[in-house]
């Protein structure tokens, strides 16, 4: 009897509901995506995706599979149409887990930013912190861009990005912290500017990092270049260990940050609030030339205090430039003034903001950089010629 029960169950398990013998894709059988690129077009979206090449072992050099990724566009309605087209193009399973990059055309994030990112927001494979980015021009172009058969796009310009990172000339964001960004009532979204050299140089990199592009809310304000992203990763308390060169009466010389402290109070006047943004940054000098004099000379603690005075300079002005550019100017809060001030002075704020008076004219800020040098080279300064 038990035997015969064991026969009819054995029979009834393909019938039974919710089972599912179907295999998992193997490897082989999936496209492995590195970066996705969005464009907005007449009927929906041009959606060009980047991915390994499974034909690239074994491939003759001089054929087009030779290269270790390969690029198909898909097309559709929306984003999430566009990419469901994948497998039917290309015969293999979407792989969204392995993608370090999504790159926005230009009138896309103009345009459609919101449609263009909800997909990744609701896909349960997607993955949330791949780096955004917008391109000047179109997606396709930069997720497309050359860099040599032997290396992957994606790979080359997150890379490039983690270096403009560390020099202060790139300011990197996962999509977690864009979307944060966007929805945020009190902060200005931020991404890396792409765009395609002009000159593809001789070692295959056909893209680059140009700047910054500046969100309030979803709309695009403005874009700075690679020398203002500097002092807005200071103004967004981001910097750590970028370097700049500085030049004095006497000295011309590069230092390199090794620590910053940004404080921005809030003060309470009798009829509006304004505010002063206080940095503090340390410093090591990296190389420097006694400009008109060919030999080494000692680095006595009035030069050090002359380069000192010239740094702070420097960044003052380039920090002022930069708040100037993103608040005063186009509206992008990136320092957060009105949210400190509704936390700092709430009654102040709820009075200013029926008056309309929460504009960036109507909040003025003053600017004390101070930088201090910490060592000469391999010489650390005694405290009383730190300057």
Do not use: W
């Not at 860099?147 to 990197?172: C, S």
Request: hydrophobic share 40%.
């Amino acid at each position: 009897m038990k035997k015969l029960l064991s026969f009819f169950f054995a029979l009834s398990l393909p019938l039974l509901s919710g089972c599912s013998f179907r295999r998992p894709p193997e490897l082989s059988e999936r496209l492995i995506i590195e970066a996705i690129g969005v464009d907005k077009t007449e009927t929906g979206f041009a959606v060009t995706v980047q991915s390994l090449n499974d034909l690239a072992v074994g491939a003759d050099e001089g054929t087009p599979e030779g290269g270790v990724t390969k690029c198909c566009t898909l097309y559709g309605t929306t984003v999430a149409e566009a990419l469901a087209s994948v497998s039917e193009e290309t015969g293999l399973s979407p792989l969204y887990s392995q993608a370090r990059l999504l790159v926005l055309g230009y009138e896309t994030a103009r345009d459609a930013l919101p449609e263009a990112l909800d997909f990744f927001l609701r896909g349960q494979n997607t993955r949330a912190d791949i780096a955004v980015a917008v391109a000047a021009r179109s997606a396709a172009e930069i997720a497309a861009a050359d860099f040599g058969k032997d290396r992957v796009g994606a790979d080359v310009l997150t890379d490039m990005l983690e270096a403009g990172e560390e020099n202060g000339t790139a300011i990197g964001v996962p999509l977690y912290r864009f979307m944060d960004l966007l929805l945020s009532e009190t902060d200005a979204a931020y991404c890396p500017l792409l765009a395609v050299k002009e000159e593809t140089a001789s070692d295959g990199e056909g893209a680059e990092c140009i700047g910054t592009v500046l969100f309030d809310g979803t709309i695009i304000r403005t874009s700075l270049t690679k020398e203002e992203t500097f002092p807005l990763r200071i103004l967004t308390e981001q910097l750590n260990g970028a370097t700049f060169a500085v030049l004095s009466d006497h000295v011309a010389c590069t230092l390199r940050v090794t620590r910053k402290n940004t404080k921005i109070r809030v003060l309470k006047t009798p009829e509006n609030a304004r505010f002063c943004l206080q940095i503090d940054v340390k410093c090591d000098i990296t190389d420097l030339s006694f400009r008109g004099d060919p030999e080494f000379l000692p680095l006595d603690p009035d030069l050090v205090r002359a380069v000192s005075d010239a740094a702070s300079r420097l960044l003052t002005e380039r920090i002022s430039g930069t708040l100037g550019r993103c608040f005063y100017e186009n509206g992008c809060d990136v320092c957060r003034f009105r949210q400190r001030l509704r936390l700092r002075y709430p009654t102040l704020y709820r009075a200013l903001a029926a008056q309309g008076r929460l504009s960036p004219a109507d909040l003025p800020c003053e600017i004390e950089c101070r930088v201090s040098i910490r060592r000469t080279g391999k010489e650390v300064l005694r405290e009383g010629d730190r300057q």
